[in-house]
């Protein structure tokens, strides 16, 4: 079994920045592949970057493309999404995710974090 417990979120303006974190415990963090995902009011939960095991590797949905950074800490068994330039629509619940293989991009991963509230307003 993986736990993950999140930290981060809150309102914030137009432009500015915040990182969320997502601290992992229960299984070797190093052997998951761990995403982020955001969800809107009555829409279905949507990827918005993932790293892989090694963390050579990113991925990242368009829309945030040079404005959010995924990374990890494999020494400290956690993950971070750094979000600069945030835009009202950047608004939702994020959830912290991670599975143990398969695909980072899709939406059924095996584990899930509580979600946090990240709020853009302008």
């Known amino acids: 079994q993986v736990q993950l417990v999140q930290s981060g979120g809150g309102l914030v303006q137009a432009g500015d920045s915040l990182r969320l974190s997502c601290a992992a415990s229960g299984r070797t963090f190093s052997t998951l592949h761990v995403g982020w995902f955001r969800q809107d009011p009555g829409k279905e939960r949507e990827f918005v970057a993932g790293?892989?095991?090694?963390?050579?590797?990113?991925y990242y949905e368009d829309s945030v493309k040079g404005r959010f950074t995924i990374s990890r800490d494999n020494y400290k068994n956690t993950m971070y999404l750094q979000m600069d330039s945030l835009k009202s629509e950047d608004t939702g619940v994020y959830f912290c995710a991670a599975r143990l293989k398969g695909p980072l991009t899709t939406s059924d991963y095996d584990y899930w974090g509580q979600g946090t509230q990240v709020t853009v307003s302008s």
């Open positions: 790293i892989n095991r090694n963390g050579d590797m990113t």
